[in-house]
Every structure is written in structure tokens, then in C-alpha cells.
């Protein structure tokens, strides 16, 4: 089976290529290789005899305006090349608590990407995962003010990238769930709490505010914004085990 892999050099595409490509016909499919789904360079050639079609591409930029223009122009080029093409199989991953989150822009832009998958006509599965555990860097670092980290104290419910490559894998075999399936991790925290485990673990000087306003992503959370309502997953992977691997301690 002929898979393609929209985004496949990124932190879960590539994990996604090194565990199908055992078995199955994997491409990478993303600008370094000639694939532009902005432009819409290489999509006829990259599709032509593809089963299956794994969108794990993410904007360059989460400034209102371009995160827009990326997710809107790439599936707008994307899922008509799909269908000229007959692919049976369109897979996207997105996050859980998106139409929770339109107070955010990138989120705004999340949703439309999935409006656009919904509205086509290529049979689809959307995978609406949590937040995963290399994200805690970045949470830090958009969330910190003169050496406080401002955080809601709402639940956040997240996973390892590797669960969630293992996940979407598995799904590239299977047939097109046509609806929204959500994957989480092992275990729930609060998020306040799950950064300081990540400070405490990283051994940086920082100290967390629980502030129940804290944005995040622009948006105001609500206690379960970001945990899975029924997930069909949950990984395996705890995080503590995880953030106890050097590898993982940035």
C-alpha cells in the first residue's frame, strides 16, 4: 500500500514514516522533498496510485493571518488533488478542545482545516490528540513573565509523540472512520501542576502562578478544555518516566 506523509520530516511524521515503512510504500511528502501543498508543487505526482494520505503538517507561523492562509490554502490544494487521484483514506491530526478554542487563531484555523476534510468528498479520520509531552518547553515559554510561568490550573491530559505515532499508524491500515476519534495520555493533571513537574525535572528557576485566566494559545480554558470528552486511545507511555530520559530534558 502506497502511503503518503504530509509533513513526514516533522517530530510525529517521521516517527509515523519509521514505523510503516516496515511494511508498506512510504513517502515523505513535504517542501524539502519537492511537495508544496501551498503552492501545490508535486501533489499530482506525490498522490498518483496513493491509498492513503497522513496530514501531520503544522504552519510555519501561528500569527493569526498566515497560521490561516497555511491550513486553509494547503487543504484547499490537498483534498481536490486526493480525489483526482482517487485516494480511498485522508488522515489528519488535530488537537482536542479545537471548537473549544476559537478564541485562538491557530485554533480558528484548525477548525476550518477540518471543515474543509468534512465538506470533501475523500472518505476521512481526523485524530484529535492532546497536548504532547515535548510541548511543556513551549507552554513554558510563551507563558513566562519576569521569571513566572502564569498557568490556568484546568486539566491537560497529555502524550508522548510516539503514542501518538503508533496511533495514527495503526489507523492508516484500518478503514476511514469519517468522523473525529480522540487519543490522550495515560494520565490527567492539572496544568499548573504538570509544568511544574516539568520545571522541577528540567531544573530551571522558574516559578508557576496559577492564575484560573491564564490564556492559552490566546484562549481562556475551561476546567476540561483539553482533556479527551471519549477517547479511543490512550497511550502508555507516563510522563515521569519519559522526562526522566536526559534526551528528554530540554
Do not use: C
Request: zero cysteines.
Amino acid at each position: 500500500m502506497k502511503i503518503v506523509i504530509i509533513g513526514g520530516t516533522g517530530l510525529i511524521g517521521s516517527q509515523v514514516v519509521n514505523i510503516l515503512k516496515k511494511e508498506h510504500e512510504v513517502i515523505v511528502a513535504s517542501p524539502n522533498t519537492g511537495v508544496n501543498t501551498i503552492t501545490g508543487e508535486g501533489l499530482e505526482d506525490v498522490l498518483e496510485n496513493a491509498s492513503v494520505v497522513i496530514d501531520v503538517s503544522n504552519s510555519p507561523s501561528f500569527d493569526d493571518e498566515p497560521v490561516m492562509n497555511f491550513f486553509k490554502t494547503s487543504n484547499q490544494n490537498l483534498l481536490p488533488a486526493e480525489k483526482i487521484a482517487g485516494v480511498q483514506h485522508h488522515i489528519a491530526l488535530s488537537v482536542v478542545g479545537t471548537d473549544k478554542l476559537q478564541e485562538s487563531g491557530y485554533f480558528r484555523a484548525k477548525q476550518v482545516q477540518e471543515n474543509l476534510i468534512k465538506e470533501s468528498s475523500v472518505p476521512f479520520t481526523i485524530v484529535h490528540a492532546t497536548q504532547f509531552f515535548e510541548f511543556a518547553g513551549g507552554i513554558v515559554a510563551t507563558s513566562t513573565s519576569e521569571e513566572k510561568v502564569k498557568l490556568s490550573d484546568a486539566f491537560i491530559q497529555p502524550i508522548a509523540s510516539a503514542d501518538v505515532a503508533t496511533f495514527l499508524a495503526k489507523i492508516a491500515t484500518e478503514k476511514p472512520a469519517n468522523k473525529i476519534l480522540e487519543i490522550g495520555g495515560p494520565e490527567r493533571f492539572q496544568i499548573d501542576e504538570w509544568i511544574k513537574q516539568y520545571i522541577l525535572s528540567t531544573q530551571k528557576s522558574l516559578e508557576v502562578e496559577t492564575d484560573i485566566n491564564a490564556p492559552y494559545s490566546g484562549a481562556i480554558l475551561k476546567k476540561t478544555t483539553l482533556t479527551p470528552e471519549n477517547p479511543v486511545y490512550l497511550g502508555t507511555t507516563e510522563y515521569m518516566t519519559w522526562i526522566a530520559k536526559p534526551e528528554n530534558k530540554r
